[in-house]
Structures are given as C-alpha cells and as structure tokens.
C-alpha cells in the first residue's frame, strides 16, 4: 500500500467510528428524550428531541462519505456497538442533571472525534469531508453549548 492508501484507510476506519458515535449518541438522546423527569422535564424532552434529529441527520452524510471514498460502512447494530466510544447509559433514573451532563461530555468528545477525522482528511487531500465536517462540528459545539449553560 502507498501511503496515500494508508491514509485513506485511516480516514475511512475514522469516519465508521465516527459514524458509530452518531448513532450510539442519537439513541442515547433519545433515552433521555424518553426517560427525562423532573421540573425541567417540558424544555428538556424538546432540547433533547431536537438535538437527536440533528444528531441522525448526519448518519447518512457520513455513511455515504465512506461509500464514495470507495470504504465499506457500518451494517448493522452489532457493526455500531463494536466501532463506537460512547458508552450506555441504561439506568433510566438517572436525574435530569446527570443526562445533560452526560450528554455534554458525550458531545465535547465528539467534537474531539470530528477534529480527528478532519486532520486524516487533510492528510488523505480529501477535501469534500475536510470541508463538510466544519459543518458538523458547528452543530456539536452548539449542541455542547446548549448543554453547558443548562448545568452552569
Ligand atoms: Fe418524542
């Protein structure tokens, strides 16, 4: 393999973990989204309804940034549970402050993972993902943001 190669595996390998962080991270908003309670239960079940849209909105971009890199995608539940870093979050009573924290630490290191696989696409001169993954990073910092001044 040429180096060239090298770092377009690399890339590749980076967006199906990325692509597995988006979807561990959108059903664990949604959890939250379905299990929230508390005095802050109306704003939060829509901040969280509405970061989840966004969050599933970026599956398919990064799925079909793979396929075009002529990579192989994700491909099934097991396929996500074995790629991700987000861990689960299955206690159900967790307090409303502990899920906006989770979910703030959830998207910082996302945001992390976003800055990873943009510095692989610079070094594979993949310019479409290098470009669109700005985008995505703006809507995770907003998301953090949100999350942030809620438990400041
Ligand atoms: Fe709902």
Redesign the pocket.
């Known amino acids: 393999m040429t180096s060239k190669d090298n770092s377009k595996a690399a890339l590749i390998d980076s967006l199906n973990g990325l692509l597995a962080d988006t979807f561990a991270l959108y059903v664990k908003t949604k959890n939250y ?2 299990h929230v309670k508390g005095p802050q239960f109306h704003d939060l ?1 829509l901040l969280f ?1 509405a970061q989840a849209t966004e969050i599933f909105g970026l599956t398919d971009l990064i799925a079909e940034r793979v396929r075009k890199l002529g990579g192989r995608t994700l491909t099934s539940i097991g396929s996500i549970a074995a790629k991700t870093s987000i861990d689960d979050s299955d206690d159900t009573n967790l307090d409303a402050k502990g899920m906006v924290k989770q979910l703030f630490d959830d998207n910082t290191a996302y945001v992390a993972t976003l800055k990873a696989t943009k510095e692989l696409a610079g070094e594979a001169g993949d310019n479409a993902t290098d470009g669109i993954i700005d985008d995505w990073t703006d809507q995770a910092e907003q998301r953090a943001w949100f999350l942030r001044e809620i438990i400041a």
Request: proline content about 0%; aromatic content about 24%; glycine content about 0%.
């Open positions: 989204h379905w079940h309804d």
